[in-house]
């Protein structure tokens, strides 16, 4: 199982980090939003890794929030948002 753990731990870092380069050049706030709620979702999945590698669930409520917490901040900024011309 070990080897399990290493490749999902292994692909996460890959598009976390083909995500994060996405959000750094993205032409328009929109490209870099999406990026970062992605990135966001990413870590959870990390997390979540973590959590069925090591049988620990004291992570699983801070899952919880930071899920609720990325969600109501990507609906915050799409509302409030600028137009990129203007």
């Known amino acids: 199982m070990t080897i399990v753990w290493a490749i999902s731990g292994a692909m996460l870092m890959t598009a976390i980090l083909l995500t994060l380069y996405r959000s750094l050049r ?3 706030t ?3 939003l999406v990026g970062i709620d992605t990135l966001v979702a ?4 990390s997390l979540a890794v973590w959590v069925a590698a090591t049988y620990n669930t004291t992570i699983v409520p801070g899952i919880v929030v930071l899920s609720l917490v990325s969600f109501i901040g990507t609906v915050s900024v799409a509302r409030f948002r600028v137009r990129d011309d203007a």
Do not use: C, E
Not at 42 to 45: D, R
């Open 26 to 28: 993205g032409p328009t």
């Open 42 to 45: 990413m870590i959870i999945s």
């Open 30 to 32: 929109l490209d870099r």
